[in-house]
């Protein structure tokens, strides 16, 4: 376990499970303090307990509902009272859902931008005072889909684009106010999160899951799926001093799997 982060706050949405759990992790072990954040009290205890067993600091939780106002500002509430600053915040909460288009409502949208995208934007304008003291990082973790568009993930694909705009446009207050923000585009990884996505994809086209598993792999040539690491490696770059000049950027980390030259 290092000290790159000793003495940094970081918070971070979705923290509970996966690529967010994952990023958590990493932090506290560099000595960080962390405070980890989703609706989950008990998803948040477990992970809280796994990375005290470590040998890292137990990270602060808040359980709160970051879809709503009340829960963001929980969030913040809590990160003012017990630490007064927050060098770091990793926005990595949100799991929209795949399906044919036509089987998806309105609710599902709404859902999807209520989580990822609103609970991103009013973290970022709650914690914007502090980051701007501290002189620190956003890291906003968005996925692939923002730059490829699919037709059985056309909820996942505008959230992930709306965010990713989001977040070149807010790289623009950073240089003014000191702060640096990047942006994560996560490919297929290995968490609770693709199984769902790979269900909801099956379901969608009558396919089994293993089907559907197989032929998303071959399709993109990828000799694995991601893994949580693979993520928290570039997230603990993104936020040293060593990439201070890297703002405003998306890279992906998806095994080569974007096509595009974007």
């Given at each position: ?30 000595g ?12 948040l ?22 879809r ?42 709404q ?64 240089k ?56 928290s ?12 000049h890297?703002?405003?950027?998306a ?12």
């Open positions: 376990m290092g000290n790159e982060f000793a003495g940094r706050i970081v918070v971070v949405s979705g923290g509970s499970r996966g690529i967010g759990r994952g990023i958590a992790s990493a932090f506290a072990a560099e960080a303090s962390v405070v980890l954040a989703a609706s989950s009290r008990a998803n205890d477990a992970a809280a307990a796994a990375i005290a067993a470590t040998g890292a600091r137990r990270p602060d939780v808040c359980a709160a509902d970051l709503t106002e009340e829960g963001c500002a929980a969030v913040h509430a809590l990160v003012a009272e017990r630490h007064g600053r927050c060098d770091i915040l990793v926005n990595s909460a949100g799991a929209t859902k795949a399906g044919a288009f036509l089987e998806l409502p309105d609710a599902i949208w859902d999807g931008f209520a989580l990822k995208f609103f609970g991103c934007v009013r973290l970022c304008r709650l914690f914007w005072p502090m980051l701007t003291r501290a002189k620190g990082h956003v890291v906003n973790i968005i996925g692939g889909a923002a730059r490829t568009p699919d037709p059985e993930f056309l909820v996942g694909g505008s959230v992930n684009a709306a965010m990713w705009n989001f977040s070149k446009g807010l790289s623009g207050l950073g003014r106010d000191g702060v640096n923000v990047n942006a994560i585009l996560p490919g297929m990884t290995e968490t609770e999160r693709i199984e769902q996505l790979f269900s909801q994809r099956a379901q969608a086209s009558g396919r089994s899951v293993d089907d559907v598993r197989r032929q998303l792999i071959e399709k993109d040539g990828l000799a694995r799926l991601g893994r949580p690491e693979d993520v490696a570039l997230a603990l770059f993104l936020c040293s001093e060593r990439a201070r890297i703002q405003g950027t890279i992906a980390v998806d095994g080569g799997a974007t096509s595009g030259l974007y």
